[in-house]
């Protein structure tokens, strides 16, 4: 079928093509918009406002640092007493073993003084045995100098225990 040359073109067709390319020029447009914005939130939320030194510790994992066996004397109750215990440290990582390890007479100094403190009756109990871990956690975390950060120990895990 031959066009009439007579027929005047019909203005809606000639106005679809340009309608069609800006179109999908606004769709590419928005959807490169979303995609990038996308790409920027999942950055964001999974890098860009970490702190990198949580970071750090949370992919270290714990190191465990054993403690020579103490022998101490206990406050009288009924008798002499005395205590052996031994346990191992649980710490951030392997600077804070080294760090401990530099000073333990620091940290033997500090637990000798509280188990000689204690008596049969305090330890004796599961209780008591968990109270005696919270308080050795808290003498060895206290700063070995002044101005300096506490130390990163997180559990005591008691290996031997004998009170007599």
Same mark, same amino acid.
């Given at each position: 079928?031959?066009? %009439?040359?007579?027929?005047?073109?019909?203005?809606?067709?000639? +106005?679809?093509?340009? @309608?069609? $390319?800006?179109?999908?020029?606004?769709? +590419? +447009?928005?959807? $490169?918009?979303?995609?990038?914005?996308?790409?920027?939130?999942?950055?964001?939320? $999974?890098?860009?406002?970490?702190?990198? @030194?949580?970071?750090?510790?949370?992919?270290?994992?714990?190191?465990?640092?054993?403690?020579?066996?103490? *022998?101490? %004397?206990?406050?009288?109750?009924?008798?002499?007493?005395?205590?052996?215990?031994?346990? *191992?440290?649980?710490?951030?990582?392997?600077?804070?073993?080294?760090?401990?390890? $530099? %000073?333990?007479?620091?940290?033997?100094?500090?637990?000798?003084?509280?188990?000689? #403190?204690?008596?049969?009756?305090?330890? @004796? *109990?599961?209780?008591?045995?968990?109270?005696?871990?919270?308080?050795?956690?808290? #003498?060895?975390?206290?700063?070995?100098?002044?101005?300096?950060?506490?130390?990163?120990?997180?559990?005591?895990?008691? *290996? @031997?225990?004998?009170?007599?």
């Amino acid at each position: 079928m031959k066009a %009439n040359p007579k027929m005047k073109a019909d203005p809606k067709a000639e +106005a679809a093509p340009k @309608s069609s $390319t800006k179109k999908i020029l606004v769709i +590419a +447009a928005v959807a $490169t918009l979303v995609v990038g914005l996308s790409g920027g939130a999942a950055w964001y939320f $999974t890098q860009g406002n970490a702190d990198p @030194s949580k970071a750090a510790r949370k992919a270290a994992k714990p190191e465990f640092l054993a403690i020579e066996p103490f *022998t101490v %004397n206990l406050q009288p109750e009924n008798g002499e007493q005395y205590l052996q215990i031994q346990f *191992t440290l649980q710490v951030a990582s392997l600077e804070q073993a080294e760090l401990i390890k $530099t %000073n333990m007479a620091r940290v033997r100094s500090r637990v000798l003084l509280l188990l000689s #403190a204690k008596k049969a009756s305090d330890l @004796s *109990t599961v209780e008591g045995k968990g109270l005696l871990s919270k308080e050795i956690i808290a #003498a060895v975390k206290l700063p070995f100098y002044d101005k300096a950060p506490p130390q990163e120990v997180s559990d005591v895990l008691f *290996t @031997s225990f004998i009170i007599q």
